[in-house]
């Protein structure tokens, strides 16, 4: 079926550092979505790409469909950015059912 | 606009009961998915509708596991003779435009289902 590997599986960061997660695909996919797992367990919509790069404030994504995989950078860390992150993708065949990856835990300290 | 819906948040249920879990989509949106979450399978795909039709339920367990879409505005999963490994939260999403540029899915806070 359908890969999506997604790493790191955890990253601790210090607040106003910063580093990048990273999902490859193994099939062809369509697009790609990176959410927010708050602890409260909601999905948060972090990016939705059909390709390119997207920016919002801290956080930054790409997608290359050629080259199967998604980044989302994180700049300036800060507390509230502590977490789940998952990517999900949708595969090139015109089933609209997205695949996520494992989730990468992510502790921001002080 | 209140996002997806779904109800109840919580569910506890005794082994060989059945459960019936709602999702009300975005109101709008023409597809609705169905995942579940566990620690040890990760978030997983169960089912989906496009208009209101089954697409595709692969996912979904064959035996005890029924999802249906009576109406554009609600969504059921129910689950026969509840066993404790079904134990999860499960996860509705919508989406404006499936396969189009509106792709976007957005999910419900989700039922956590617990089977004693």
């Known amino acids: 079926g359908d890969q999506v590997e997604q790493s790191p599986s955890a990253l601790s960061l210090h607040e106003g550092t910063g580093s990048a997660l990273r999902c490859n695909f193994t099939t062809t996919m369509r697009a790609v979505q990176w959410f927010q797992q708050n602890s409260r367990g909601s999905l948060i919509n972090l990016f939705y790409l059909a390709s390119g790069t997207k920016e919002n404030g801290r956080l930054k994504s790409t997608f290359n469909s050629k080259e199967s995989y998604s980044t989302l950078h994180i700049r300036d860390a800060q507390l509230e950015d502590s977490g789940t992150y998952f990517c999900?993708?949708?595969?090139?065949?015109?089933?609209?059912?997205?695949?996520f990856g494992a989730g990468t835990k992510l502790t921001i300290k002080p | 606009n209140a996002g997806v819906i779904q109800t109840p948040r919580h569910k506890v249920t005794g082994k060989g009961q059945e459960a019936t879990l709602w999702c009300e989509p975005i109101s709008g949106h023409s597809a609705v998915f169905w995942y579940r979450q566990t620690i040890v399978q990760g978030l997983e795909f169960l089912t989906y509708?496009?208009?209101?039709?089954?697409?595709?339920d692969s996912g979904m367990p064959k035996e005890r596991f029924s999802a249906q879409m009576p109406n554009q505005s609600h969504s059921t999963l129910k689950i026969q003779s509840t066993q404790p490994q079904d134990s999860a939260v499960y996860l509705c999403?919508?989406?404006?435009?499936?396969?189009?540029?509106?792709?976007?899915?957005?999910f419900g806070p989700g039922t956590r289902l617990t089977v004693l």
């Open positions: 999900a993708a949708e595969a090139n065949y015109g089933n609209e059912k997205i695949t």
């Open positions: 999403a919508s989406s404006l435009d499936p396969g189009g540029n509106y792709a976007e899915q957005f």
């Open positions: 509708f496009r208009n209101q039709a089954p697409i595709d």
